[in-house]
């Protein structure tokens, strides 16, 4: 079983329209957890914290569910410029603080 | 702001040659991490380092070797590339510590695109 998961997708959708990922994590002592966004041909760069309350910025929404072991990303009102890989990150847990990454949601927001 | 900088960002090598593949970050941070990524299979951790001089194998280590001198230096080398190793590499920073999730945050450079031929 891989330790994060996510549907690779492509998740297809129309401007403004809402869509949600889901990421699941196998290692229950997992500390602390993030989403990261890709662009075709770039680095992944930091898109939020998720925190236990969940976090919100402006049209984005992380949630986390320890009990079930997965954190979700919402994303309201979706734009052209959305288009992209989001990445599920999960750090610590026994010790270690390797980052664990999923293998990415693939995004395309069309007209 | 946080800069990670992959020095070298489009390579053209020979089968058998030896690559080095430098990453430099600004942010004193203690932890330095090489990955690959590909197609379909999302990044790869190579090697990471906590420490000046300390290394620890990642996930798919056969094949390269690392340095880590300096603090702010961490080298990935291809001793005898291989077409294989084709890919783009992405050098990583984070500050130490568990349980704290400001601390951990990766930072990544630009990236480098190896060709092997």
């Known amino acids: 079983r891989k330790e994060v998961e996510q549907d690779p997708g492509p998740f297809n959708v129309p401007e403004g329209a809402t869509v949600a990922f889901n990421c699941t994590y196998s290692?229950?002592?997992?500390?602390?957890f993030f989403w990261y966004r890709q662009d075709c041909r770039k680095e992944p760069k930091l898109l939020m914290s998720v925190y236990s309350s969940g976090n919100e910025d402006g049209r984005f929404t992380a949630q986390l569910n320890r009990a079930s072991q997965y954190i979700s990303l919402l994303i309201r009102d979706s734009k052209l410029s959305d288009s992209a890989t989001y990445l599920c990150v999960v750090n610590g847990g026994g010790g270690s603080y390797i980052p664990t990454f999923g293998r990415g949601t693939s995004l395309i927001v069309h007209p | 702001d946080v800069k990670v900088t992959q020095s070298s960002r489009y390579l053209v090598k020979r089968t058998g040659e030896k690559v080095f593949l430098e990453c430099v970050q600004d942010m004193d941070h203690e932890n330095m991490f090489w990955y690959r990524q590909d197609p379909g299979l999302g990044l790869r951790l190579i090697y990471f380092s906590y420490d000046v001089k300390m290394k620890e194998k990642g996930d798919i280590p056969e094949g390269y070797s690392v340095s880590r001198e300096k603090k702010e230096r961490f080298s990935l080398i291809l001793e005898s590339a291989s077409t294989n190793q084709t890919s783009m590499y992405l050098c990583a920073s984070s500050l130490p510590g568990t349980g704290k999730f400001s601390g951990n945050t990766i930072y990544f450079g630009e990236g480098s695109w190896l060709t092997v031929v």
């Open positions: 290692n229950s002592a997992s500390q602390s």
